[in-house]
């Protein structure tokens, strides 16, 4: 099994550029989640879903949409690129909340 | 937003020496407690977890000590080994309650020098 993986690995973009950061996994996980990581700032939830059309809001969803049309795929799209959302991206899945297992991770530099 | 506070932000122990992080939660609602460990570079992984019907788990190296009335938590790390070096998160979840959210601490950064 791959687990949870996440593309693009790295990517620069221009602000007011827009971009999806694709995440797959083949474990049949119903949650999945999208993460943000700052230098010292922990991880901030994005988006999560607890299944495919099921869509809610975590902690610092502005500037940021998701969709979830199969169990397998969540991608994270960003409108409009600001620096601000400069960060390394983390998407997760898991088949409850108390055990959650994370891709790689997403370099995004806004410049 | 419930919060998780971690410190420290950041540990410096020598190999073989005790690596203790200690967390604190407010809401009594949460009844899952993990622990997290990432490597430069890669996503974080699952290291270990306790409920807070019992006060202490150990697996390994890795022991977790859990005091209910005080609302904290620990990660004791014994032997401390230069591998151990990496960023530790503790989290906490009430997926009991119905809540699909992992609240995360901003993390230690472990540094474990030969």
């Known amino acids: 099994n791959a687990g949870v993986t996440q593309t693009p690995k790295f990517r620069i973009l221009k602000i007011g550029q827009s971009m999806t950061l694709q995440c797959t996994q083949d474990?049949?996980?119903?949650?999945m989640y999208w993460y943000r990581q700052d230098p010292g700032m922990g991880l901030k939830l994005i988006y999560y879903s607890v299944g495919a059309g099921i869509t809610d809001k975590g902690e610092v969803p502005n500037g940021y949409n998701v969709s979830r049309s199969t169990t397998e795929d969540f991608p994270l799209r960003l409108e409009l690129a600001a620096p601000s959302q400069t960060s390394v991206y983390f998407c997760a899945s898991g088949l409850s909340v108390n055990t959650i297992y994370f891709g790689e991770g997403s370099w995004l530099t806004v410049v | 937003q419930q919060q998780v506070k971690q410190s420290p932000q950041s540990l410096i122990v020598q190999k073989g020496g005790i690596s203790i992080i200690n967390c604190a939660y407010e809401?009594?609602?949460?009844?899952?407690f993990p622990w997290y460990q990432q490597f430069p570079g890669k996503g974080p992984a699952l290291l270990i977890a306790i409920r807070p019907d019992v006060s202490e788990k150990k697996e390994g190296r890795f022991t977790i000590s859990f005091n209910k009335s005080a609302k904290q938590f620990s990660l004791h790390i014994m032997d401390s080994q230069p591998g151990d070096s990496a960023t530790y998160f503790c989290?906490?979840?009430?997926?009991?309650?119905?809540?699909?959210?992992?609240?995360f601490g901003k993390g230690t950064k472990l540094s474990v020098i030969p």
């Open positions: 474990m049949n996980h119903n949650y």
């Open positions: 989290a906490a979840s009430m997926g009991g309650a119905g809540s699909y959210q992992l609240t």
């Open positions: 809401n009594t609602a949460f009844d899952y």
